[in-house]
């Protein structure tokens, strides 16, 4: 059943299901009512190779009615100068899907800092918004890591996610991070869950009508990437479905 235009600012995530592969994502995650898809370029098996031609993906997308609206790029490791070429072509071919916003990673504090800059300047030629994502056992892991690497970089271009499942996961507060982020948000990430663990939205500690009620109420319009890394598995696109429904009545 084809979700309404109230929940039209809701985005599939592949960490839900990392075994399928895109054509199956994108038929299961359309058949759910999703129109908007965020790229992974590694981990899960419907990874995007970067290296490619985008028309490709586009056509398979547009063949079930859905769109690229973020993408993952690839991080600045430990050979700066080639996983940053690489990050920008990255950068690059995200403009071509018709992608908003690309999260910027890197191994260290130091790489995001020294690489943020180049990163930063193709992002802004190519129209693209470059967003920092807190992540449970990465660099940026804590909301104090935020703080060091949007102070390090010292450019208002750079933003960041507003990371609601791994803030809680590292034992932080998401009102904490959305305060302190404030007009700096360019997407949402929201999962709930019961200490560490992923659980089917409206079963676990995370107030998640909150979420988009604080984010309203805040002036953000962007987009709310769903996200579900439950134990059972098998039963992922029922919770997804499960999911949409309680949004739909609870927090929009």
Known sequence: MPMSTDTDNLV???CCNPEMTLEQALAAYSGLGFRKFEAFTGWVKSALDVERDPQPYLRLARQHGMSFASLHLPPVGD???????????????????GV?????????RER???AARPVLDAAEGLGLTAAVQNHAGTAISTLDDVRAVLAGVADPRLKAVL??????????????????LGGRIALVHVKDMVGPRSVPFGTGEIDL????????????EGDYVIEMEVEDRRNTLRYLAEAIEYIRRHCL
């Not at 916003?101 to 191994?107: D, I, N, P, S, T």
């Not at 996961?169 to 959305?178: C, D």
């Not at 009508?209 to 805040?218: D, E, L, T, W, Y």
């Open 163 to 180: 990371e609601v499942g791994h803030f809680h996961k590292a034992g932080e507060s998401w009102e904490a991070a959305r305060d302190y």
């Open 79 to 97: 050979e700066p100068d080639a996983s940053l070429g690489r990050a920008i072509r990255a950068a690059e071919f995200a403009a071509a899907l």
């Open 100 to 108: 908003q916003v690309v999260l910027f990673k890197a191994a260290s």
């Open 209 to 220: 009508p909150a979420v988009f009620r604080s984010m309203r109420a805040g002036g953000y």
């Open 12 to 14: 599939a995530s592949p």
């Open 112 to 114: 995001y800092i020294n």
